[in-house]
C-alpha cells in the first residue's frame, strides 16, 4: 500500500511540474485577453472615446489593479488607466469597455463598465487623463508585463498610425491609423485567437454599431460587433442625444408657408403663439411649460 502511496504522490508531482504554477492563474484571471476595439472622436468630438477588451476564454475577469497604458506615436506615455474593480461575467467572448464622460452621454442601449477618471486614470506628460487615447497615431497595451495564455509578452498591444520609440509594435507592424473624429468608426480586431500576430493584419476600420441590442450567451464568441460592455449589451453612439440635452425652449419659428399673425389680429395672433408655446413647454419644460402657457392662451381669450 505504501507503495502506491508513493506512485501516487510522485505522479501528481510530475503533473504539477509539467503545468506549472502559474496555470491556474493564467486560465482564471487576466491573462487571456486581447483589446478588441479602440475609438478616439464620433461625430465630430474628438472626447467620446472608448476601449473595448474581449475575453479569449472563460474566466478572465480578475482585472482589478491590472492596467492599460495610452502612447502616443513616438512612444511618450500619456496616460495609465487602473481597473478599479474586477467586473461580473467572464464567459469567452465577453467584454469590458471603459469610456470617456461624453461616451455615456452619447450612447444608447447602457453605458460603459468604467469610465476615465482622475481616480483611476493617472495623465503623465501633458496628457488628458479624462481623454487619454492618442490619435492618430499611438500605442494601447494591456498589462504591460505579464504574458498572456500563448504565452507570449504583453498580454495585447496595438500600435497604430506611423509610430516610433516606445510605441513600436510588440506583434508585426502598425495598425491603420485611427480616423477623424467624423469618422464612424473604430480600429476593430478581427479574431479572438490566443497568440496576437500582427497588428496591421488583426486590425482595421469597422463600424461602430446602428442599433442596440443584447447578445446571447451563445453568439459572445462570434458576434465581433462594438462597443460592447460586460452586460452583454452592445451600444449605439448616436450624437442626436446631445441636441436633446439642457436648453431652454425659445419662441418656435414659423413653419414653411405658415401666415404671421395681421396687426389687426394681435389677440389672436398671440393666442396662437401661446398655444404652440403650451406644446414647446410640454416637451421641453414639462408640466409646468404647458400650465404657464395654457394660462395666457386663456388671458387672451
Known sequence: MWRL???????????????????????ASFHCMRIHAVKAGFGGDPKVQYIELRMNTFGQNL??????????????LKATFTFPANVTNANTG????????????ISHGGGADFIFSNGNTVGANGGDPLHPIQTPDGKITFAPGFSNCAPTTPVDSV???????????????AAVAL??????????????????????????LQPVATSSFA????????????????????????VAVVARVGGVAEAPALAPGAVA??????????????????????LSLG???????????RAQA
Open 179 to 204: 480616423p477623424a473624429a467624423t469618422d464612424n468608426r473604430a480600429l476593430r480586431l478581427s479574431n479572438l485567437g490566443f497568440t496576437p500576430t500582427n497588428n496591421s493584419t488583426e486590425y482595421s
Open 5 to 27: 502511496i508513493l506512485a501516487s504522490g510522485v505522479l501528481l508531482a510530475a503533473l504539477a511540474a509539467a503545468v506549472g504554477p502559474s496555470a491556474e492563474v493564467t486560465f
Open 94 to 105: 465577453d467584454s469590458i469597455l471603459i469610456a470617456s464622460p461624453e461616451f455615456n452621454a
Open 215 to 238: 447578445v446571447a450567451p451563445a453568439n459572445l464568441a462570434s458576434d465581433f460587433s462594438t462597443p460592447r460592455n460586460n452586460s452583454r449589451n452592445v451600444l449605439e453612439l448616436s
Open 287 to 297: 408640466a409646468w411649460g404647458a400650465l404657464w402657457a395654457l394660462g395666457r392662451w
Open 159 to 173: 500600435s497604430y498610425g506611423t509610430v516610433s520609440g516606445a510605441a513600436a509594435p510588440d506583434y508585426g507592424s
Open 261 to 282: 399673425a395681421s396687426p389687426g389680429d394681435a389677440g389672436h395672433g398671440h393666442r396662437g403663439w401661446y398655444a404652440v408655446a403650451g406644446v414647446a413647454g410640454a
Open 63 to 76: 482585472v482589478g489593479g491590472h492596467v492599460i497604458e495610452f502612447r502616443d506615436g513616438s512612444g511618450t
